[in-house]
T-cell receptor, first 112, second 114 residues
Framework: NAGVTQTPKFRILKIGQSMTLQCAQD?????MYWYRQDPGMGLKLIYY???????DKGEVPNGYNVSRSTTEDFPLRLELAAPSQTSVYFC???????????FGPGTRLTVL | DQQVKQNSPSLSVQEGRISILNCDYT??????FLWYKKYPAEGPTFLIS?????DKNEDGRFTVFLNKSAKHLSLHIVPSQPGDSAVYFC?????????????FGKGTKLSVIP
């Protein structure tokens, strides 16, 4: 099992550009999540999904969009990148609520 | 408003001694607590958890204690090893609409000195 995989590992964007962060899991988990971690801070939830076709906002959703067309994939879309979106992004999945979440290795994004 | 607080940004401990990492929370609706460990350039990995109906959970060298009345939990690592050097995050989850969301503390960086 590869677990949770994320691509790319690093990316530099210019202000106003857009990109998609990819996330995939092979554990057949229904629940998937996107977090961001700013320096010296804990992780904050951006969006989550409880199954294919179902997504909902977390604590900090502004400037992001997600889709969940399959159980395995949960891409995060950034439209009109801003310096405030410079962060490390982690994707995670879990079997259910209240269960441990398994995290990917992260994508370090810099917006200049 | 931080609902999960880790007030010690860093902690240094001698190899073989006990490491105690602390976490406080403000939301009394939280009913499940987790500790995650994070190495640089990696994602967090689950370490140990505890339900609010318990006051202690043990897994090998790791023990988590929960004091509900004080809204406080702690992670004990005995004996500490150099490989335990990492950032430790406390996280909480609650019932209802917020139950999908892990609320994280800011983390405590543990350094175990050989």
């Amino acid at each position: 099992n590869a677990g949770v995989t994320q691509t790319p590992k690093f990316r530099i964007l210019k202000i106003g550009q857009s990109m998609t962060l990819q996330c995939a899991q092979d554990m057949n988990h229904n629940y998937m999540y996107w977090y961001r971690q700013d320096p010296g801070m804990g992780l904050k939830l951006i969006y989550y999904s409880v199954g294919a076709g179902i997504t909902d906002k977390g604590e900090v959703p502004n400037g992001y969009n997600v889709s969940r067309s399959t159980t395995e994939d949960f891409p995060l879309r950034l439209e009109l990148a801003a310096p405030s979106q410079t962060s490390v992004y982690f994707c995670a999945s879990s079997y259910g609520t209240g269960n441990e979440q398994f995290f990917g290795p992260g994508t370090r994004l810099t917006v200049l | 408003d931080q609902q999960v607080k880790q007030n010690s940004p860093s902690l240094s401990v001698q190899e073989g001694r006990i490491s105690i990492l602390n976490c406080d929370y403000t939301n009394s609706m939280f009913d499940y607590f987790l500790w995650y460990k994070k190495y640089p350039a990696e994602g967090p990995t689950f370490l140990i958890s505890i339900s609010s109906i318990k006051d202690k959970n043990e897994d090998g060298r790791f023990t988590v204690f929960l004091n509900k009345s004080a809204k406080h939990l702690s992670l004990h690592i005995v004996p500490s090893q150099p490989g335990d050097s990492a950032v430790y995050f406390c996280a909480a989850i609650g019932p209802g609409a917020g139950s999908y969301q892990l609320t994280f503390g800011k983390g405590t960086k543990l350094s175990v000195i050989p």
